[in-house]
C-alpha cells in the first residue's frame, strides 16, 4: 500500500519540487516507509512509500530505465510474476527475483500501453515516457487500488492515490457530484466508473488507461468481461473444482505480506471462505476481525464467526459496533475518503483497521461484494421470463422464495405479471397515467418483495426539477440473459467506489486492504458458468457452497440468510446520536441540500423519527441525510 502523485504543466512552466511535497504531505500516512520526489522539465512525480510484500523493501521510487526516457511511480501488487518474467525473457536478478516496480517497467518497455492486458494483481501506476513527451496512467481491473485526475484551466495534469493530495496543488471546485447524490438518495441511476464525490475531480476507471500528451486526454478501456461465452463441463465437481482453483491461486497470491494477515470475518459466506483458505494456506500467520453486536442482537453473528474460529484455531479480536454512535470517528472517516459515509458499516471497517494496525497487522483481507463475483443467479429469472418459460419461472421464483422465507405467491405473480402484463399495458397512455397515479406500475415491477410495500417511493422526498436532470442517467433495462446480467453488474461502478473508500479508509492506518474476489481469473469463470451453477432449486451460490465443502464449516455452507445491519446502526443511531439528529431539523441544515431534496418532506421525515413513528425507509433516509449534511458542513467551510 503506497501512494502515487504527479504534476503534468504545460510546455510553458514547470512543476516545483515543493508542489510534489504538498501533494504528498496530504497522504504522508501512506508515506511510513519513506516518500521520494522526482521532477524534470513538464513533469513532477511523487511516491509515498509503505512495504506491503518482501519485495517492497527493495523498490527504489520514482523508478528510472536505464535508457533514461521511461519512469514510474506505482501502487502495485502484481500477482503473476513468474509469468511476466518468463515473457520478458528477464535475466535472473542478482538478489534472486525482480520487483513488482522493475516488472512494470519492463512490460511497459516491451509492450507499451498495452502492458496492462498482460498484469494480474492490483495496479494503479503512471509512466513517464519523455521522448515522446507522453503521460500513461492505468489502473486495475476493479478498482482494488484507486487514482485520481484533474485538469486545471491552464492544461496541467494532477493524479494521485487520495483526491485531497489534487486540492494540495489547484483550486478545484468542490460542487458535490450530483449523480452520487442520486445515487445515495436511492434514485436508480448508475454512475459512470469515473464519478467521484466532486464533480471535478474523475476517478480513472477500472480496467482503462489514460493517455495524456499535447494532442490531449485519450482515454480507453483495456479490458472486459465476456457476456457470450458459457463454459461447458462434465460434472458439477468439474465446475466446483474449476472454481476452487481460481479462489485458492487468488488468495495464495495476496497472502504475500511482511506481516500477519487479518480478515475481516462477518460469518457469512465470503469472509467465511477467505478466513478458512487464509489459514489452510498461512497458518498461524491469520488473525480475523469481527464486528459484534451486544444490544441489537439481530444483527449479531457470533455463532458463525466462532464457528470459523474454532474449525482452524484462528485467534480473533472483536470490535462492539452498537457500543457507540454510528457517527464516531465521522470526520476523521469523511476526510480520509474524500466524502460522505454512503455505508452506514463503514465505520465498522475503520474500526477494524484500526485494531488490525494496532496489532501489527498491515495487510487486511476483505470479502466484499463475493455476492457479485461468485452471483446468486437472480438474474436467471429475468433470463426465463424473456424466453417465456412461464412454468420453469414459476418454480425456480417459487423455491427461492420459499428459501429466502418470502411469501411465495405474490413473489411469482410480480415476475410473472411483470413481464406478461407490464410490458403491454405501457404502450397506452392512458392506462400508463392511470398504472402511475395508482401505484400500479410499482406493484407490477418484475421482482417487487412484498416487503417493500409502504416503502416510501424515492421521487416522494427529492425535488422534481433534480429528479427531472437524473432522468438520462437512469439505469440501463434488465439485459436479455443471467450471463449479461452478471457481467454489467460486475464491471459497474459502485464496487470501484466502494474499493476505494475501504483502501483509504485502510491507509488511514498504513493497512493494505485486499479483494480476493476480484481477481480477474475467477470473476471470467463465474460469469462463464451455466445459470444452474449459481443457483439451483432455490438455492443461491451453488458452486461457492460445493467447492467449499469440508473447509468452511457446515453452518456457514448451510445458511441462506444475510446478516441485517440495519437494527444495529438504527440502535446505535437511536441511543446515542438522537440529539444531533433533533439539532440538525431545529438548526434549518436541511437548507444546505435544498437544490436536491423537497425540505418540508425531510423535515417531516425527521420529526417522525424524532417521535419513533417511522418505517425502516425512513430510518435510511435519516441516516443518508444526516451523513450528507455532516459532509457539506465541512466542505463549505474548507472551500
Not at 518497455?109 to 521522448?131: M, Q, T
Not at 497458518?283 to 476481525?289: E, F
Not at 451460490?541 to 467447492?547: F, N, Q
Not at 418540508?600 to 450528507?628: I, K, P
Request: aromatic share 10%; hydrophobic share 40%; with cysteine.
Amino acid at each position: 500500500m503506497s501512494g502515487i502523485v504527479g504534476l503534468l504543466r504545460p510546455a510553458s512552466r514547470k512543476p516545483a519540487p515543493e508542489e510534489i511535497d504538498r501533494m504528498l504531505d496530504t497522504i504522508s500516512h501512506r508515506a511510513l516507509d519513506g516518500r521520494a520526489v522526482w521532477c524534470e522539465g513538464a513533469i513532477g512525480l511523487g511516491h509515498a512509500t509503505r512495504f506491503a510484500t518482501p519485495e517492497d523493501r527493495h523498490e527504489v521510487w520514482p523508478l528510472r530505465a536505464s535508457e533514461g526516457d521511461l519512469t514510474l511511480v506505482a501502487d502495485a501488487r502484481l500477482d503473476n510474476r513468474e509469468e511476466i518474467a518468463t515473457a520478458l525473457h528477464l535475466p535472473r536478478h542478482g538478489r534472486g527475483f525482480h520487483t513488482d516496480g522493475e516488472l512494470l517497467l519492463a512490460a511497459f518497455r516491451k509492450w507499451g500501453e498495452e502492458c496492462p492486458r498482460h498484469l494480474l494483481g492490483d495496479f494503479a501506476f503512471a509512466v513517464w515516457d519523455a521522448r515522446r513527451r507522453a503521460l500513461f496512467l492505468a489502473r486495475d481491473h476493479f478498482g482494488a487500488k484507486p487514482l485520481y485526475y484533474h485538469r486545471t484551466g491552464d492544461g496541467s495534469i494532477l493524479f494521485a492515490s487520495e483526491i485531497k493530495a489534487l486540492f494540495a496543488v489547484a483550486e478545484i471546485s468542490r460542487t458535490p457530484s450530483e449523480v452520487l447524490v442520486a445515487y445515495h438518495l436511492r434514485v436508480p441511476v448508475l454512475p459512470d466508473g469515473g464519478a467521484t464525490f466532486y464533480e471535478a475531480v474523475k476517478a480513472l476507471p477500472p480496467a482503462h488507461t489514460l493517455h495524456v500528451d499535447e494532442a490531449g486526454l485519450r482515454l480507453r478501456p483495456y479490458w472486459s468481461l465476456d457476456e457470450t461465452t458459457e463454459l461447458r463441463l462434465p460434472s458439477d465437481e468439474a465446475y466446483a473444482e474449476g472454481f476452487r482453483e481460481r479462489i485458492e491461486a487468488s488468495v495464495r497470491a495476496r497472502l504475500r505480506s511482511i506481516t500477519p494477515v487479518g480478515v475481516t470475518l462477518s460469518g457469512g459466506l465470503d469472509s467465511s471462505t477467505l478466513s478458512s483458505l487464509s489459514a489452510k494456506f498461512n497458518p498461524g500467520r491469520v488473525h480475523t476481525y469481527s464486528a459484534v453486536f451486544q444490544s441489537a442482537r439481530t444483527s449479531d453473528e457470533r455463532h458463525y464467526q466462532q464457528s470459523v474460529v474454532d474449525r482452524w484455531g484462528l485467534p480473533r479480536t472483536e470490535y462492539v459496533a452498537d457500543g457507540e454512535s454510528p457517527l464516531a470517528a465521522h470526520d476523521d472517516i469523511t476526510r480520509s475518503i474524500d466524502g460522505w459515509q454512503m455505508a452506514g458499516n463503514l465505520r465498522m471497517n475503520w474500526n477494524m483497521y484500526r485494531l488490525a494496525s494496532e496489532q501489527g497487522v498491515s495487510v487486511m483481507f476483505e470479502g466484499f461484494d463475493g455476492d457479485t463475483v461468485v452471483s446468486h443467479g437472480l438474474g436467471f429469472f429475468g433470463e426465463l421470463a424473456q424466453r417465456r418459460q412461464w412454468l420453469r419461472l414459476a418454480v425456480e421464483v417459487g423455491a427461492h422464495a420459499r428459501t429466502t422465507r418470502i411469501p411465495v405467491f405474490p413473489t411469482v405473480w410480480s415476475w410473472w405479471a411483470g413481464f406478461r402484463f407490464y410490458p403491454f399495458l405501457r404502450r397506452y397512455r392512458l392506462l400508463r397515467h392511470w398504472m402511475l397515479l395508482e401505484g400500479a406500475a410499482g406493484r407490477l415491477r418484475p421482482g417487487r418483495r412484498s416487503s417493500e410495500e409502504g416503502a416510501v417511493p424515492w421521487t416522494s422526498y427529492l425535488r422534481p426539477e433534480f429528479v427531472q436532470r437524473m432522468r438520462d442517467r437512469s439505469r440501463r433495462p434488465m439485459p436479455p440473459t443471467e450471463r449479461a446480467h452478471h457481467a454489467r453488474i460486475l464491471e459497474g461502478s459502485i464496487q470501484a467506489h466502494v474499493c476505494e473508500m475501504l483502501n483509504a479508509c485502510g491507509a488511514a492506518f498504513g493497512v493494505d486492504v485486499r479483494f480476493p474476489f476480484f481477481d480477474r481469473r475467477l470473476a471470467e469463470y463465474c460469469v462463464s458458468l451455466p445459470p444452474e451453477q449459481k443457483i439451483r432449486r432455490g438455492t443461491t451460490r451453488v458452486i461457492l457452497r460445493r467447492a467449499m465443502k469440508g473447509v468452511v464449516p457446515d453452518l456457514v455452507l448451510s445458511r441462506k440468510d444475510k446478516s441485517n445491519l440495519e437494527p444495529g446502526l438504527e440502535h446505535s443511531l437511536r441511543t446515542y446520536a438522537l440529539p444531533l439528529v433533533r439539532q440538525t431539523m431545529e438548526s434549518g441544515a436541511l437548507e444546505l441540500l435544498s437544490e436536491y431534496v423537497d425540505v418540508a418532506a425531510c423535515h417531516a421525515t425527521f420529526l417522525r423519527y424524532q417521535e419513533g413513528n417511522t418505517s425502516a425507509s425512513d430510518r435510511l433516509l435519516v441516516w443518508q441525510l444526516l451523513v450528507m449534511l455532516l459532509w457539506l458542513q465541512e466542505s463549505v467551510a474548507l472551500a
